[in-house]
């Protein structure tokens, strides 16, 4: 077959890279059998689903109603779950084949909030009745906190369960609209059993918030258990392959025994006890959520940049007048367009490797709970506050600027990005709205701070605001010095110091009444909450490519340390970054922190580095090593072959196919058109 100008225009930049992308794909899953393992879990899941061969337009695109768009969820949830227990592996349990985060599978809550939830909190005789049941498939379980009236403030929570000592049950209730359980995945027709959050009543004492185990539907026919009102809460921006549903209880009764007792007890005789610590143990499993999160949405936007990338290298314009030979050339070219390319790649790693930081310091903490050590709790906390406030707030900002790179064909469904902004928009309000969590983040760090003028520990995240500072003190840095990773670390640094001492001092010495002094200076308690993460995150990626084996070439050593730098600098010239102001301000009297000429040099060194990483682009995004189905667009497959896939796919949807039918007419042809060409002359 003759290889047409795409075709070619992508092989070329394939073909430019210093590194090979395998090697960077096995850092980024963890080691070369993974990776293997994750290409084959996806290869036969694709296969099965029917989404392997790319020339068929994906059902995603042609059966778009409310049920067809479920049936498929069902679908890929059970092909993915079948898979994962022949194979025995969980390249599924977080993400779908298509990246998304897997709430948008129906059966999504199962493993990452479901059998959590039982795991931390149910004691050994529940873990031992309820956890093969679930892993086995032979119950399908959801995690039910959210109401409609109430989200992440646990403390609201309406539902009640009430002690009836007489017949040693519960009875779960829902007393008021706004207590009826919304948005779970899964609630709405395909789980049998959900964790419901619920306030124990027993007696005239209200203990708070609990978790219990409510059958919803029945194992055998899937019918409603008597007294339960359940359903499907309509479209979304995105995730509309599950069914997110509400659910209304009507005086259910459950045994006593399905009260997760881990933590907390009560007796036949209606005496309860808990653990002092039983609302922060199971906190544990929002953590543990909120933790993945920031992975997941950076692949997600890995995916996206790798559309953009790929229809960058093969789509050509001129550049209008300033053009006067009215010639075209691949848009990759164009400044503009490979530095928002290029620094949002940088990002995406810095972002990804972060997460890896996270996981390692959850993983930490659920060791040191086991020994009875909740010491790591408020750091994780916070850590897993802030990480999945910035990453979702950055991923869905930077799908969105794929999409418009991407020009007017970024803009149709069959580009595959509307969806992958869709689902990243859930991401701000997901496991707590982002601006909630900033502040909590920040609440922590203003602790930290009170812990050192009190003489006592900090945290190792938080070490840097034990350093002394002098406020009068600028960056002395010059020329290539700004691309050492040292340099760079101390410039985040000391603007994180500079923000969060700012804020605490704001905040605690205002003189007004503390919810009062947090209102009025909230913003700058953010800034300085984002300063802290831009720091943590840069610092991940310089500890990543500190750590790398000496196995990896220098080639691809070379470029990481490119891609970090690009973040570090690009951030801080970026028109687009938030609060970039605050890193030339100084506390003291005398020059901002980094001078204009500093700055011009900044930019200079990111031209460079814009330069040499311009020809690693299309290696930097094939590394993440998504399949051609798994975008499930047409600007972005692997071939590159672009206006032959648009065309492909588009002559098959349904409603080009029913209008073949009848000699290109349209069905509403004949109701809407042809009376306006007929009416009759005036």
Request: aromatic share 8%.
């Amino acid at each position: 077959m003759v290889e047409n100008l795409q075709v070619a225009l992508m092989r070329k930049a394939r073909a430019s890279s210093s590194f090979r992308p395998r090697e960077l794909t096995n850092l980024l899953w963890g080691s070369e059998r993974v990776a293997n393992e994750r290409r084959a879990a996806f290869e036969r899941v694709e296969k099965t689903l029917g989404t392997y061969e790319t020339a068929k337009l994906p059902r995603c695109y042609s059966e778009t109603s409310r049920e067809d768009l479920f049936e498929q969820g069902l679908e890929m949830g059970k092909v993915c779950l079948d898979d994962m227990l022949e194979y025995e592996h969980e390249h599924f349990v977080w993400i779908t084949p298509r990246y998304n985060l897997v709430n948008a599978s129906p059966f999504g809550h199962k493993a990452i909030l479901f059998e959590p939830a039982m795991e931390h909190n149910g004691t050994a005789e529940q873990k031992s009745k309820w956890l093969p049941l679930a892993r086995s498939g032979k119950i399908l379980g959801t995690y039910a906190q959210t109401e409609l009236g109430h989200g992440s403030f646990v403390r609201g929570i309406e539902t009640t369960a009430t002690f009836d000592q007489e017949t040693d049950e519960f009875v779960i209730h829902s007393p008021t609209i706004s207590s009826a359980k919304f948005w779970p995945a899964g609630l709405g027709f395909s789980t049998t059993h959900g964790t419901v959050m619920a306030r124990l009543l027993v007696g005239d004492k209200d203990h708070g918030p609990h978790l219990f185990v409510v059958q919803l539907r029945s194992v055998g026919d899937g019918k409603r258990m008597p007294g339960i009102k359940m359903g499907d809460i309509g479209l979304k921006l995105g995730y509309n392959e599950a069914d997110n549903g509400f659910a209304s209880f009507n005086h259910v009764r459950i045994p006593r025994s399905h009260m997760l007792m881990a933590h907390s007890q009560l007796s036949r005789n209606g005496t309860f006890a808990e653990d002092p610590l039983r609302a922060k143990l199971s906190y544990s499993v929002m953590l543990l959520v909120r933790g993945k999160m920031p992975g997941v949405f950076a692949v997600q936007l890995a995916q996206a940049l790798t559309i953009a990338t790929r229809y960058s290298v093969v789509r050509q314009q001129g550049l209008g007048p300033v053009d006067a030979l009215n010639t075209e050339t691949n848009i990759i070219h164009y400044k503009h367009q490979h530095f928002r390319l290029l620094s949002l790649i940088a990002k995406t790693y810095a972002m990804f490797f972060a997460s890896r930081a996270c996981d390692t310091q959850y993983n930490k903490l659920r060791k040191m709970q086991c020994q009875a050590d909740h010491s790591l709790l408020p750091s994780v906390h916070a850590l897993t506050a802030g990480l999945k406030a910035y990453v979702t707030s950055e991923a869905v900002d930077g799908a969105e600027d794929c999409r418009k790179l991407c020009g007017g064909h970024g803009y149709m469904v069959i580009s595959g990005l509307p969806n992958i902004i869709g689902a990243l928009a859930g991401g701000a309000t997901f496991e707590g709205e982002n601006y909630v969590l900033w502040q909590q983040l920040g609440r922590h760090l203003l602790k930290q701070l009170d812990r050192f003028q009190d003489g006592e520990t900090i945290e190792p995240q938080v070490q840097y605001l034990a350093e002394p500072k002098d406020p009068n003190t600028s960056c002395m840095a010059s020329g290539e010095q700004f691309l050492d990773a040292g340099v760079q670390l101390g410039i985040y640094r000391d603007r994180a110091h500079r923000l969060v001492v700012k804020a605490h001092t704001a905040i605690r010495a205002s003189g007004k009444m503390p919810a009062e002094a947090w209102n009025e200076h909230m913003m700058l308690l953010i800034y300085a909450s984002r300063a802290h993460m831009d720091y943590f995150i840069l610092k991940s990626f310089v500890d990543i490519i500190a750590a790398l084996p000496d196995t990896m070439s220098e080639s691809l050593g070379a470029v990481l340390k490119r891609v970090c730098s690009l973040f570090a600098l690009s951030t801080i010239v970026n028109p687009r970054s938030v609060d970039v102001l605050s890193f030339i301000e100084t506390t003291g009297t005398q020059q901002p922190y980094l001078t204009c000429s500093q700055l011009d040099t900044m930019r200079s060194l990111v031209n460079g580095l814009l330069d040499q990483l311009l020809p690693e682009a299309v290696a930097l995004t094939d590394a993440w090593d998504f399949s051609d189905a798994s975008l499930c667009s047409a600007l972005g497959m692997y071939d590159g072959n672009v206006y032959k896939n648009i065309m492909r796919w588009v002559e098959q949807l349904p409603i080009n196919q029913n209008a073949q039918e009848n000699g290109g007419v349209q069905e509403g042809w004949a109701k809407w058109v042809d009376p306006i060409l007929k009416r009759a002359k005036l």
